[in-house]
Structures are given as C-alpha cells and as structure tokens.
C-alpha cells in the first residue's frame, strides 16, 4: 500500500508557473504507475498527466499537452507537476494517484491510490 501527499498549490496570475509535488510513502513507490488528476467546480475529474514506473514514458491530455511536465524520482519517492503558462481554466484539485503496474494508465478507475489534493487556483 502507498499513501499520497499531495503539495505546492496556490493562486497564480494567469500565464504564470506553479510546481505541484507527491510524496509518496512505502518501499514500492517505484513499482507503481502514477499520474495527475484534476477536478474544477462542477465538473468530474478528469486526468492531466500519466508516467510509467520507471518515469521514462509519459502521456499528456491535449488540454495541457506543451505547457505541463510530468516527472518522477523513485529514490525520493516523489512525483512532480511542473505547470507552465498557466491558464483560468486550469484552475482545480489537483491529485496525485498511483496505479499496480509498470506501464500509464489513462483510466481513472485503474488507480488504486489517491492523494487528498491540492487546490490550484489560476486568476485571469
């Protein structure tokens, strides 16, 4: 089992730059498939970014495909969300969740794990 900790939220002007972290606990961290979910007011969650175990294979939602980055360190047991060009639209929940598997998962029902959030508001 793993548990998330999700940190690094706040208010941004629009255009500007936050980097959200996931500290993970346990020794299997690095064996787990792991990505970014975000919910807006009124809306379901919907998934932003995925990464692979080994952190050498990622996906992006079209959404945020060129302005986010996706990463993780297995050592430190920590996942990141480097958010760039930051737009009102983004403004959400951000989660970190981890998956039993090698590869990324676009599915949210495939996740197993799931951090309490971190609320990341963009003012336009």
């Known amino acids: 089992q793993v548990q998330l900790v999700e940190s690094g939220g706040g208010l941004v002007q629009a255009g500007g730059s936050l980097r959200l972290s996931c500290a993970g606990s346990?020794?299997?961290?690095?064996?787990?498939?792991m990505a970014w979910f975000r919910q807006a007011p009124g809306k379901e969650r919907e998934l932003v970014a995925a990464i692979n175990w080994l952190g050498d294979i990622t996906h992006y939602e079209p959404a945020v495909k060129g302005r986010f980055a996706i990463d993780r360190d297995n050592y430190k047991n920590t996942l990141w969300l480097s958010m760039n060009s930051l737009k009102p639209e983004d403004t959400a929940t951000y989660y970190c969740?981890?998956?039993?598997?090698?590869?990324?998962?676009?599915?949210?029902?495939?996740?197993?794990?799931w951090g309490q959030g971190t609320q990341v508001t963009v003012s336009s």
């Open positions: 346990g020794p299997r961290f690095g064996t787990y498939a």
């Open positions: 969740a981890a998956a039993q598997g090698t590869y990324y998962y676009t599915l949210e029902g495939r996740y197993d794990y």
